[in-house]
T-cell receptor, first 113, second 114 residues
Framework: NAGVTQTPKFRVLKTGQSMTLLCAQD?????MYWYRQDPGMGLRLIHY???????AKGEVPDGYNVSRLKKQNFLLGLESAAPSQTSVYFC????????????FGPGTRLTVL | AQSVTQLGSHVSVSEGALVLLRCNYS??????LFWYVQYPNQGLQLLLK??????LVKGINGFEAEFKKSETSFHLTKPSAHMSDAAEYFC????????????FGTGTRLTIIP
């Protein structure tokens, strides 16, 4: 049982390049989330999904797109990377809402030059 | 809407001293409250959560938190700090119904002084 995994762990992009971050969970969770973490700002929600085939915008969705074609995977895409997207990205999953625990992946450190 | 405020972005305590990390919440409905810990270069993991079953919640690694509705607080405490407690701690809130999202505070970095 690997929990939540993220690929890649590190990435350096040039401005304007595109990339996709992959999140996978093996806990059969319905809910999945993408956050970015920046110093002094805590975790900010980018996009989330409440089930296979669904996506919704979070607090800071601009410049990102997501897809949830399979229940276990949640992809985060950057179409044209900008230096402001330099951050650490975390994926999380949750069985249900309310008191259910949210489980986090190890993070992806992205630098955009 | 829900929100949390963590007072003090950095807290330093001596090894063996009391740890107190502050969290105040705002919620228009009864909340669920969480404390997460993040060790360097790792993801977040759950320390404890309040689900209205009991106001004093015990978590892992000797931490506990008390829900005080009158003060809208959910402060995290540990009687005796250990070097391994050095990490960043996040308070989070969600509504007790109909809300798929957690709202996180900005975090408190805990440093343990030998």
């Amino acid at each position: 049982n690997a929990g939540v995994t993220q690929t890649p762990k590190f990435r350096v992009l040039k401005t304007g390049q595109s990339m996709t971050l992959l999140c996978a969970q093996d806990m059969n969770h319905e809910y999945m989330y993408w956050y970015r973490q920046d110093p002094g700002m805590g975790l900010r929600l980018i996009h989330y999904s409440v089930g296979e085939g669904t996506t919704a915008k979070g607090e800071v969705p601009d410049g990102y797109n997501v897809s949830r074609l399979k229940k276990q995977n949640f992809l985060l895409g950057l179409e044209s990377a900008a230096p402001s997207q330099t951050s650490v990205y975390f994926c999380a999953s949750r069985r249900g809402i309310g008191p259910d625990t949210q489980y986090f992946g190890p993070g992806t450190r992205l630098t955009v030059l | 809407a829900q929100s949390v405020t963590q007072l003090g972005s950095h807290v330093s305590v001596s090894e063996g001293a009391l740890v107190l990390l502050r969290c105040n919440y705002s919620s228009s409905v009864p909340p669920y409250l969480f404390w997460y810990v993040q060790y360097p270069n790792q993801g977040l993991q759950l320390l404890l959560k309040y689900t209205s079953a009991a106001t004093l919640v015990k978590g892992i690694n000797g931490f506990e938190a008390e829900f005080k509705k009158s003060e809208t607080s959910f402060h995290l405490t540990k009687p005796s700090a250990h070097m391994s407690d050095a990490a960043e701690y996040f308070c989070a809130v969600s509504a007790n119904f109909g809300n798929e999202k957690l709202t996180f505070g900005t975090g408190t970095r805990l440093t343990i002084i030998p």
